[in-house]
């Protein structure tokens, strides 16, 4: 339906346009963006570099690059498909971040080498770990769904 079309009622029915992301949701566009391209970097070096000595680590780097990559993407765009592509992947993000710190915590041995969401994203002040929980309390804050 174009914004020159009408609906039932005989009105013409309102364009959608894209709300601006402003305040904490534009440093948050910002941090994500600077993650993606400092985990891309990492893993790229990692993988081209010194694969055999840790795969595991350094493919779980190239998965959290790829995450932030498209977490970055869809809150920039974040209307409807978008904004539960954001919700997706912040969560797998959240749970990435448990999950791979707390097995890094467990057993030492699993990751030889750290990965970006190693020992809860030490490598990164922790920022993996505090990004995700700012991310889905924003999402659930800005609540209308932007198209």
């Known amino acids: 339906m174009t914004a020159q079309q009408s609906n039932a009622a005989g009105t ?17 566009i910002a941090v994500y963006g600077l993650l993606a391209l400092a985990a891309t970097g990492r893993s790229f070096v990692q993988i081209a570099s010194k694969f055999a000595e840790a795969p595991l680590s350094y493919s779980l780097s190239a998965l959290a690059a790829v995450v932030y990559i498209v977490a970055t993407v869809a809150l920039i765009r974040s209307g409807g498909r978008w904004r539960r592509v954001a919700w997706i992947t912040i969560g797998f993000e959240f749970a990435g971040v448990l999950v791979v710190g707390t097995l890094s915590l467990v057993d030492p041995a699993l990751f030889p080498h750290d990965s970006v969401w190693s020992l809860y994203g030490r490598g990164y002040l922790f920022i993996p770990l505090v990004l995700p929980v700012l991310g889905m309390w924003w999402l659930s804050r800005s609540g209308k769904v932007r198209e």
């Not at 029915?13 to 601006?20: D, G, L, Q």
Request: glycine share 12%.
């Open 12 to 28: 013409p029915a309102e364009t959608a346009r894209p709300t601006p992301v402003t305040g904490i949701g534009r440093v948050l």
